[in-house]
C-alpha cells in the first residue's frame, strides 16, 4: 500500500476532529436540561458521525490516534455540580440521585439556551471546516479528495442549520 498512502495522514486527522466532535455532542447531549437543546446537540453529534464514517471509510481506522488541534471544550462537560449542594460527578456516570443531597439526576444537569447551543455547534463546525480545507492539498487521491469534498459537504449543511436555528431563537 505504500505509496498509495499520501494523503491518508490528513484525512485520518480530520476523521478524528469529527469522531471528537461526535463524542463531544453526544456528551453535551446527555447532560442538557432543555429537550430542545438535547436536539440540538443530538443533529450536532449525528451529522459528526457521519462526515467521520466518510472519512474513514477512506482512510481506514488507526489505533494511533492522530495529534490534532483541540476544538471541543469537553471540559466544559466532563464534571457535573449539584446545583442544590454543590456535589461533583463525573457525566459518564450522572447518578440518578444526588448521593450527597438525594436531588433528582435533574439536579446536575446543564442550562443552556438554544441560542447558547446552536452557536456552539456553529463555533465548533467552523473550526472543523478551517481545519478540514487545509488537508485537501495534502491529499492526492481522488477517491480521498471526494471524500473530504463529502464530509465537508455535511459539515456545511450542519453549520447553515445551526446558522439558523440561532437566528430563529435571536429573532423570537
Ligand atoms: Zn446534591
Same mark, same amino acid.
Given at each position: 500500500?505504500?505509496?498509495?498512502?499520501?494523503?491518508?495522514?490528513a484525512?485520518?486527522?480530520?476523521?478524528q476532529?469529527?469522531r471528537?466532535?461526535?463524542?463531544?455532542?453526544?456528551?453535551a447531549?446527555?447532560?442538557?436540561?432543555?429537550p430542545?437543546v438535547k436536539y440540538?446537540?443530538g /443533529?450536532? #453529534?449525528? %451529522?459528526? @458521525?457521519r462526515?467521520?464514517?466518510v472519512?474513514t471509510?477512506?482512510?481506514?481506522k !488507526?489505533? +494511533?490516534?492522530?495529534?490534532?488541534p483541540k476544538?471541543f471544550?469537553f471540559e466544559?462537560?466532563?464534571?457535573?455540580?449539584?446545583?442544590?449542594c454543590?456535589?461533583?460527578?463525573?457525566?459518564e456516570?450522572?447518578p440518578?440521585?444526588c448521593?450527597?443531597?438525594?436531588?433528582? /439526576?435533574? #439536579?446536575? %444537569?446543564? @442550562?443552556?439556551?438554544?441560542?447558547?447551543?446552536?452557536?456552539?455547534v456553529?463555533? !465548533?463546525? +467552523?473550526?472543523?471546516?478551517t481545519?478540514a480545507?487545509?488537508a485537501?492539498?495534502?491529499?492526492?487521491k481522488?477517491?480521498m479528495?471526494?471524500?473530504?469534498?463529502?464530509?465537508?459537504?455535511?459539515?456545511?449543511?450542519l453549520?447553515?442549520?445551526?446558522k439558523?436555528g440561532?437566528?430563529?431563537?435571536d429573532?423570537?
Amino acid at each position: 500500500m505504500k505509496g498509495s498512502t499520501r494523503g491518508v495522514g490528513a484525512i485520518r486527522e480530520v476523521a478524528q476532529l469529527d469522531r471528537e466532535g461526535a463524542r463531544f455532542f453526544h456528551q453535551a447531549n446527555l447532560v442538557a436540561a432543555d429537550p430542545r437543546v438535547k436536539y440540538i446537540f443530538g /443533529r450536532a #453529534a449525528e %451529522e459528526y @458521525e457521519r462526515a467521520a464514517k466518510v472519512l474513514t471509510s477512506v482512510a481506514g481506522k !488507526t489505533k +494511533r490516534r492522530p495529534t490534532v488541534p483541540k476544538v471541543f471544550p469537553f471540559e466544559d462537560y466532563q464534571r457535573l455540580e449539584c446545583y442544590v449542594c454543590g456535589y461533583e460527578a463525573e457525566a459518564e456516570e450522572l447518578p440518578e440521585m444526588c448521593p450527597s443531597c438525594g436531588a433528582a /439526576r435533574y #439536579a446536575f %444537569e446543564r @442550562e443552556m439556551t438554544q441560542s447558547a447551543a446552536w452557536d456552539l455547534v456553529a463555533r !465548533t463546525t +467552523r473550526k472543523v471546516s478551517t481545519f478540514a480545507r487545509k488537508a485537501v492539498p495534502r491529499v492526492s487521491k481522488e477517491g480521498m479528495k471526494a471524500a473530504l469534498a463529502e464530509a465537508m459537504a455535511i459539515r456545511k449543511g450542519l453549520l447553515a442549520e445551526a446558522k439558523e436555528g440561532k437566528a430563529r431563537e435571536d429573532a423570537s
